[in-house]
């Protein structure tokens, strides 16, 4: 059986190709255009089982039809890229213009979806970016949370075009396939750390190591954060495409940590860094981000097999051999 991975080339996306493959599926992938060859993909073709099971297409969000090939003879779409206002952007456009675009492109790939004979399930990859940046006031959030567009817009977030962009999107792929009657399963993941094939450290991964790298900026950030590690969430993913019954949105999510937690896991396994001190952790501003729960994922089944120190150990074991640490 064939699954399509959408955007191939990214830290979570790249993992999962690697997964299937390695479970014995065949996997089409989408890269952006790159008329020049510029792009490296090397990661992605040197894998054992690529030879024979890895198909690389060119597609481009803007012109949803560029998907029909990739999506020919599968059975599975996994939708993991997230769009970013440079692909949708001219010079006069606002970023209200910019999120109806990303969200036309998202639809775009259902609609191909649609016009396909074998699909069957679609995986649309969202995050906590869609769940907590709301008024509630909780220690815990579940799949029933969602953020609150008008909220983060007045909060002028950094990331404010990612948080309602994805907002947005996932709740409109909801709707489309409610109405066209498509398979579409959401899955929700916390911030994701561990071990990565691609030549690029994500942002993701550059948060969770600023107390290593000292971007004190990015503390905040991490003063209640919840995480999962790369491989369950590809795991996850796999078990998710296969299962007979998933409905709706899961929020794929194995522990929440604080910072300090963070600093004495890595001060106990990795004392070659310098980290910030318990007097400057207490130092730290920002508000406490509410943590996430997988009950309904795990109710279906699956289980979690990595906690934060396994993550912290594979991105730093896999920076140092790539040349970031």
């Known amino acids: 059986m064939s699954n399509v991975i959408q955007g191939g080339t990214g830290f979570i996306a790249s993992w999962l190709i690697k997964t299937l493959l390695e479970q014995g599926y065949s996997v089409h992938t989408t890269i952006r255009p ?5 792009k490296d993909i090397s990661f992605l073709t040197s ?43 001219s010079d006069e456009s606002h970023e209200e213009v910019l999120v109806l675009r990303a969200i036309d492109g998202t639809l775009g790939i259902l609609k191909a979806c649609l016009r396909s004979e074998t699909m069957k399930r679609i995986l649309y990859i969202s995050s906590m970016a869609s769940v907590y940046l709301n008024n509630e006031k909780v220690d815990v959030m579940d799949e029933s949370f969602w953020t609150d567009v008008d909220y983060a817009s007045e909060m002028k977030d950094p990331f404010g075009f990612y948080i ?28 994701v750390v561990g071990p990565f094939i691609c030549p690029t450290l994500s942002d993701s991964l550059k948060a969770a190591l600023a107390p290593i790298f000292g971007k004190k900026d990015d503390y905040s950030f991490l003063i209640n954060m919840s995480m999962v590690h790369v491989d369950d969430l590809a795991k996850a993913c796999v078990f998710l495409l296969e299962h007979p ?3 709706g949105r ?8 604080t910072i ?11 004392p070659e860094f310098t980290l910030p001190t318990p007097e400057t952790l207490t130092e730290i501003e920002g508000s406490k981000m509410p943590g996430v729960t997988s009950k309904k994922l795990m109710d279906l089944g699956f289980k979690f097999n990595y906690g934060v120190q396994d993550m912290y150990d594979g991105v730093i074991k896999c920076c140092k051999e790539k040349g970031f640490l």
Not at 52 to 69: E, G
Not at 250 to 257: E, F, K, L
Not at 260 to 270: R, Y
Request: net charge negative.
């Open 250 to 257: 899961y929020i794929c999510s194995s522990d929440t940590v």
């Open 47 to 89: 894998l054992p089982e690529a030879p024979d099971k890895l198909k690389i297409f060119t597609a481009d969000l803007r012109y949803p039809d560029s998907f029909d090939a990739t999506i020919q003879g599968c059975k599975g779409l996994v939708h993991t890229a997230s769009p970013m206002p440079n692909e949708f952007a």
């Open 164 to 191: 309602i962009s994805k907002t947005l999107i996932e709740k409109a792929v909801l709707q489309f396939a409610v109405e066209h009657g498509l398979d579409l399963v959401i899955v929700i993941h916390s911030l």
């Open 260 to 270: 300090q937690k963070i600093v004495e896991i890595l001060s106990n396994t990795h």
């Open 245 to 247: 019954g998933p409905t």
């Open 34 to 38: 790159d008329p020049e060859n510029k």
